[in-house]
């Protein structure tokens, strides 16, 4: 099996034509023609994620964030991309990123938060650029300092930001992984969501949606994404049996000190 396999694989999952014109997806450095012999999967492609990749023999790594955003003109050591790019090819490592096409892709995506969280029935909220719904249905209510409290458990977060009054009431969750996009608002207020659960939010939009009688929790873009690891490698496994995955956690996740 080689990379360009893995990468025909990826590209028929998560279609590249659906990533967002910013973006940058595929695969970003390394060999098409070079055998796999084994696969990481991280978040991001750090010098740590590198060094993860060589302790379990994986000469590919799938990340969620592509390290190349927009064209580079130099590839030396004065610069993280550089440093990284060069001790990635010098290890003879490849890197497939999947970002915008798969956070586009509610079923895998936003829907592996929701299952963490123990959601049933989650649903993609028709309308909002992506992101699913789901409705707690407890007889007692549920209050958003015990929300909090849960969401921070359950995806493994150093901390949650809210800006709400704690004894409000959370029944109809709507989560958006990574960074919140305000486009989804007017959708939002329209399907009498109470709550929305992202990893980004601006501040004037927390604001906005306070005043509007909705909850956020802000639980950290790498704690909601981290969330996708297990289910790429799941998916991997289950197409390329032959093939060792391994997740790798050990990422840069921000930290209350």
Not at 9 to 32: K, M, T, W
Not at 38 to 64: E, R, Y
Not at 107 to 122: M, T, V
């Amino acid at each position: 099996m080689q990379v360009n396999d893995i990468e025909k694989f990826l590209n028929e999952v998560f279609p590249p034509e659906n990533a967002l014109d910013y973006d940058n997806v595929g695969l970003i450095a390394g060999n098409r023609d070079k055998v796999v012999s084994a696969i990481l999967v991280s978040l991001d492609l750090t010098s740590k994620s590198i060094q993860a990749a060589k302790a379990c023999g994986a000469n590919l790594i799938v990340t969620h964030h592509p390290i190349i955003f927009g064209g580079i003109k130099a590839l030396t050591m004065d610069d993280y991309v550089g440093r990284t790019l060069v001790e990635l090819i010098n290890s003879g490592i490849s890197v497939i990123s999947c970002h915008t096409n798969l956070d586009l892709t509610d079923e895998f995506g936003n829907l592996a938060i929701a299952e963490l969280l123990g959601a049933k029935d989650a649903k993609h909220l028709d309308g909002a650029v992506c992101g699913v719904y789901y409705e707690l249905g407890s007889e007692e209510p549920v209050t958003l300092k015990d929300y909090c409290k849960k969401v921070a458990s359950d995806l493994k977060c150093s901390g949650i930001i809210t800006i709400n009054d704690p004894q409000n009431k959370v029944n109809k969750v709507f989560i958006q992984g990574g960074s919140f996009d305000e486009d989804s608002v007017d959708t939002i207020l329209k399907n009498g969501i109470d709550t929305v659960i992202s990893g980004e939010i601006k501040h004037h939009i927390c604001v906005g949606l306070g005043q509007m009688g909705v909850n956020t929790i802000i639980a950290g873009h790498s704690a909601t994404e981290q969330a996708y690891l297990p289910k790429m490698a799941k998916l991997l496994s289950e197409k390329f049996p032959g093939i060792d995955i391994t997740v790798n956690y050990n990422n840069e996740v921000s930290s209350i000190l």
